[in-house]
């Protein structure tokens, strides 16, 4: 059965036969005889031309996998940008500047290569530099000789504050 404007074509299937109607003054103007009962193997999905051809369990599995795609890009996109601001965060907190420091107040460390010159060390130099700065060492009592003059006041570290 089709429609255009004031038209309308009945078909049978079974007979190939067609029918015109016509309407009027809100009427349809024909006749319209029997159609036999279509028997048929054929599939209905067959018959119908209005859809895209394509099944609908496969339309299905290419939607899932287009967000399933979409989805993993918009998640690797996320960790990237967290990623260069994290990286980005630790460099703006490194506030050392090598100019601030003074050569003379630096000594490289020989503590490292003295307790592993060993013949059973295979380890590598590191390629960083090992350096500290130069701080008095704590005076640390070798006796309790000396103790007991730190605590009563007579001891080097007392006269250091007093002069």
């Given at each position: ?13 079974a007979?190939?036969?067609?029918y ?14 029997v159609c ?9 999905d ?7 051809g394509?099944?609908i369990?496969l339309m299905?599995?290419?939607?899932a996998?287009?967000?399933l795609v979409?989805g993993?890009?918009?998640?690797m ?6 990623k260069?601001?994290?990286l980005a ?9 090598d ?6 107040c ?7 290569e ?6 059973s060390?295979?380890s ?10 130069m701080r ?10 000396d ?7 007579t ?9």
């Open positions: 059965m089709k429609r255009v404007g004031d038209q309308l074509l009945i078909s049978c299937l007979t190939r036969r067609s015109q109607l016509l309407c009027r003054e809100q009427k349809w103007i024909g006749t319209v005889g036999p009962l279509y028997t048929s193997n054929a599939n209905i067959e018959l119908k031309t209005d859809g895209i394509v099944p369990g299905v599995a290419i939607v996998a287009i967000a979409t993993t890009c918009i998640v996109a996320g960790l990237v940008i967290l260069r601001r994290r965060r630790a460099r703006a907190h490194v506030t050392v500047v100019t601030s420091y003074s050569a003379a630096q000594q490289r460390s020989t503590l490292h003295q307790q592993y010159s060993g013949s060390a295979k590598t130099p590191n390629e960083y530099d090992y350096s500290m700065e008095p060492l704590p005076s640390v009592p070798a006796s309790e000789k103790l007991s003059k730190r605590q009563s006041g001891g080097p570290a007392d006269d250091m504050l007093v002069s």
